[in-house]
């Protein structure tokens, strides 16, 4: 028998919150609508990151460009109260007319735009540049930081002209060896910086037993160097790539793609490799953490202007969304986009980041956590309304009876999540997966087993309750349609399909998951009867 001892510290952390880097915010004129309601919004309702990244804040960003990314917003961020965090895709080039004031003015004025027009209000910091870049020289500001106080000191004088409480974010260098960026910040930049910003990708080939224990060790001396000046640490972006990447043959496109896509054996592994990251976040004191991606870049395109709509939306999509140079086929997201295919299937680690994303929020308080199996992992918050969710991480190649001594009230059973590496709990319509189990903790005392190589979640966040009926389900044309839902915990519908009238609904028939009010038969699809369930943003139907 393993134990874990989850106990209430002297200090507990207030955390911050896991979630993604959300490039779809800026993408949507690329989309379809199928596209957009039955993978993109409707993964993102069912995750709800309370903390994001998004390529935005443009100097040149264009009204137009800007209104599509508050209706986004409105869509999405507003819904899940996400803190948000921005950063243009790059900086432009800094020739002899650079003019900074100008510069930052133009950022300001259109942040204001965002915030005080379009009731962005959710928009909390802002970096100059997205990893130090500027033009086509990648981390160009890394080899002049003191051009980079200069860019942040005009920012930071910009904002407050026009009114806007928004704390800049440095220095969002990539890299453990830009960890040591954290304290050139501390010594030249504290007056000009609210939170210190680093990103790590983790590579596949250098993980080994101390993965764990290396990135603690990594968090932790950030966390205490922000520390000392009364400041939190970010992890700006996250993830697992490789050192051996897809050979492209010298084709134009640069390949960027999560260490699962080019080892798509290990994809189950890895993503247990990824909840150590979360771990290792929540446990050390890092105030959020946002994976990169919610969803794949769409394949490279040609980057050109025209005359209507749609072609000017998306000549905006390359401006604004982080479609800079080199131009890349970017494979990182927890489901995929390739339209050419039609390939819409969720990647193995939605399954495990999408929980750690929905059950460690933001305005939770860490627990300190104590296991005594060098196997094990855990980390535990209370959420703000006094919910608990904790996480279990066995890397082992053996199941273990575990043990967890918990210090808490949790008033209610737990429910039960599983993750199992070699039995990755896939779903065609990327539904994460369903409750398990309930578990009772008696004296605050309970038992799981964990299997081998294995993530288990644990929560008192939810409420056991019946979504209300989905009324008027109808054909119309090549379409079933129904009246909207007015359940306040609504998150999405669920639609199934069959021959026999008093079918029940199970995963065998359903036909898909959406946020829409409606969804095209296809020919593969096309049944006599019909049945639609609202799922609630706890997974009841």
Known sequence: MSNIKIRKDLRRWLFGGLGFHNSEATMTPMMSDKFLNERVLKCFGETSPTFSRVFAGYFDWTREAMDRFADYYDKTFRKSGTLLYLVPGRMPMITDDFNLVDYCEKVAT???????????????YYCATNELSVGNTYAYLAQHLDLFKEIHTELQKAFIR???????????????????????????????????????????????????????????????????????????????????????????MRNDMCAAENFPEEAGVLSVKLSEMCAAIINTGVFSGAYWSLVDYPDPFIRE???????????????????????????????????????????????TIGYMVK???????????????????????????????????????EATRVSLEIQHNLGKPMRKYDFEADNV?????????????????????????????????LTTDYVDRKPSEIKNVRTEGDFVKWDSCEDAEHCYYRVYASDKKDFIPSYENQICSTVALYTEISQENAKKYYKVESVDKYGNR
């Open 110 to 124: 259109n942040l204001e735009y965002l915030i005080k027009e379009r009731k962005c209000t959710k928009v909390r």
């Open 162 to 252: 026009h009114g806007l409480d928004i704390g800049l974010m440095a220095t969002d260098a990539s890299g453990v060896q830009c960890f040591s960026h954290n304290q050139w910040v501390k010594d030249n930049m504290d007056e000009q910086t609210e939170v210190y910003c680093t990103h790590l990708y983790s590579i596949r080939e250098d993980i080994d037993e101390n993965f764990y224990d290396n990135l603690v060790k990594l968090f932790s001396e950030a966390v205490e160097i922000a520390q000392t000046k009364e400041k939190r640490f970010c992890l700006g972006e996250f993830g697992i790539t490789s050192r051996t990447r897809y050979n492209n043959k010298g084709l134009a």
């Open 305 to 351: 202007d025209g005359d209507s709509d749609e072609e000017k939306a998306i000549y905006d999509v390359a401006r604004f969304s982080g479609h800079g140079l080199p131009i890349r086929y970017n494979k990182n997201g927890l489901f995929r986009w390739c339209d050419d295919e039609q390939d819409y299937s969720s990647r193995a680690m939605l399954y």
């Open 359 to 397: 059950l460690f929020r933001k305005g939770s308080r860490t627990f300190a956590v104590e296991c005594d199996d060098k196997n094990l992992r855990a980390c535990a918050v209370t959420n703000p309304d006094g919910s608990f969710s904790c996480a279990v991480i066995n890397i082992g190649n």
């Open 425 to 457: 709990p896939f779903n065609k319509f990327c539904d994460l997966q369903p409750f398990s189990a309930l578990v009772e903790a008696k004296d605050g005392r309970c038992e799981i087993e964990a299997p081998p190589m294995s993530v288990t979640f």
